[in-house]
């Protein structure tokens, strides 16, 4: 472990919670050099919802690879590219009535994705400010980071973080208030201080803010008020897109129509840098290059995100099995609450994107340390750290899920009891 505390940049971050050297991944498991098999319920953050090495994008790639494809081509014409483009729009889009949606490379992570968006937006309204909500995650970049609401994130910025309004999140205030109603009088009122944004921001679920989801009512509400102000409607599907939620997008069946759709961890499903904006037609005024990158559209990415909506998108019983495992993983969750903590925790979020809500950040490290010396990858989100958040592989197996949810069962009780041990002293 020494060669990375000597030649590593302390910004490194996982590895301080997972401290052993991983050699192999497959599926979702995580292999260490010594031999231990983790499950992995962080599986890079969302980034591998089919699994570590799946075989059946794995020999994509390697053919692909064979036969000397492409690698890289800046954004030329590619085989790979226009293989993308037809199966994405043929099983994606088109089926899901989106077919009036271009696709725009961008570069490689969702942070590129996000600041094309923005960008885009403000060309085409001729506006400079954003809305975006509390607790919402878009990036580390200037233009991202500004979007984000994550302090310990805005304070490695260096400059200021303007041009972006901050509202409340569905259910920031509890249920009982209604913060589109409020969000409205603001941008109605000439004095209110708020200047008419350019585009709102908006995840369905927070994924680094806690697992907050909003309801399709509240999103539809959301959609309104944005056609209501001519404000553009950016969803950032980065981590609740790719099937995460039950469904491709997390807005399916809410009845909305975003403007702008960011997507990146999962798209090239494979752990592959890719990210792309899904934009409506008439938004399309970029001029050639006005926006540019060097690894705008990764070739193989192409072929693994090409080869993943073949095997998984063709009808929906992978979606399905989604929910019925989001379910499972619910229920288990729900038991742990009951047995450990009915009146202190409670389980959080939608689909595959779930988690258990402590009453502080300390007891959810103090729990997922525990999970991980028992042989589970397991991570917090949320404005102290307070969720223990369940981001496995959509593909993993029903007896590992059983497995990991009884590590996490003991892990919360150990923690538990060192937690009131401490108390009582
Ligand atoms: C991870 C994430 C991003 C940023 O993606 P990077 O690849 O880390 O730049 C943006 N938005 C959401 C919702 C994310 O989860």
Request: aromatic residues 8%; contains cysteine; charged residues 25%.
């Amino acid at each position: 472990m020494k060669i990375f505390e000597l030649n590593e940049s302390s910004v490194r971050s996982y590895c301080r919670s997972f401290p052993v050297v991983f050699k192999q991944a497959r599926g979702a498991e995580l292999i260490s050099r010594d031999g231990r098999h983790y499950i992995d319920f962080l599986a890079g953050a969302g980034t591998l919802n089919y699994g570590h090495n799946h075989p059946v994008l794995k020999q994509a790639l390697l053919d692909y690879i064979e036969q000397d494809g492409l690698t890289h081509g800046l954004d030329m014409y590619s085989e790979a590219k226009e293989a993308f483009l037809e199966t994405f729009n043929r099983l994606i889009l088109e089926p899901r009535g989106m077919g009036e949606y271009l696709m725009q490379f961008t570069g490689p992570t969702g942070a590129n994705a996000v600041e094309a968006a923005l960008k885009l937006a403000r060309k085409v309204t001729g506006r400079q400010s954003i809305l975006s909500f509390t607790n919402g995650f878009h990036g580390c970049t200037l233009g991202a980071l500004a979007a984000t609401g994550n302090q310990h994130h805005r304070g490695g910025a260096g400059v200021p973080l303007g041009e972006v309004a901050r509202m409340p999140y569905a259910n920031y205030f509890g249920d009982k208030v209604n913060t589109i109603a409020m969000i409205d009088k603001l941008l109605d009122d000439p004095s209110s201080g708020i200047d008419k944004p350019a585009a709102v921001i908006v995840e369905v679920v927070q994924g680094e803010g806690g697992l907050n989801v909003a309801s399709a009512e509240w999103m539809r509400k959301l959609d309104k008020l944005c056609r209501k102000h001519e404000m553009l409607l950016i969803v950032d599907d980065i981590q609740a897109g790719c099937g995460r939620t039950g469904s491709f997008f997390s807005f399916e069946e809410m009845g909305i129509r975003p403007d702008m759709i960011t997507l990146s961890k999962s798209l090239s499903g494979y752990g592959l840098p890719f990210a792309m904006v899904l934009l409506r037609k008439e938004l399309d005024q970029w001029k050639p290059g006005e926006h540019n990158g060097t690894f705008r559209g990764n070739n193989h990415a192409f072929v693994t995100a090409t080869a993943a909506i073949e095997h998984f998108w063709r009808d929906d019983s992978f979606a399905q099995s989604v929910r019925t495992k989001g379910k499972r993983i619910a229920e288990r969750m729900q038991k742990i609450v009951r047995r450990h903590g009915p009146d202190s925790l409670f389980v959080k979020g939608r689909g595959m994107m779930i988690g258990i809500s402590c009453p502080d950040g300390e007891l959810a490290t103090s729990i997922c340390r525990k999970a991980f010396e028992q042989g589970l990858v397991i991570e917090t989100s949320g404005a102290h750290g307070e969720v223990v958040k369940c981001l496995c592989p959509l593909t993993i197996e029903d007896a590992q899920i059983e497995k990991a949810l009884d590590i996490l069962d003991h892990a919360f009780a150990a923690a538990l009891s060192e937690h009131q041990a401490n108390q009582a002293s």
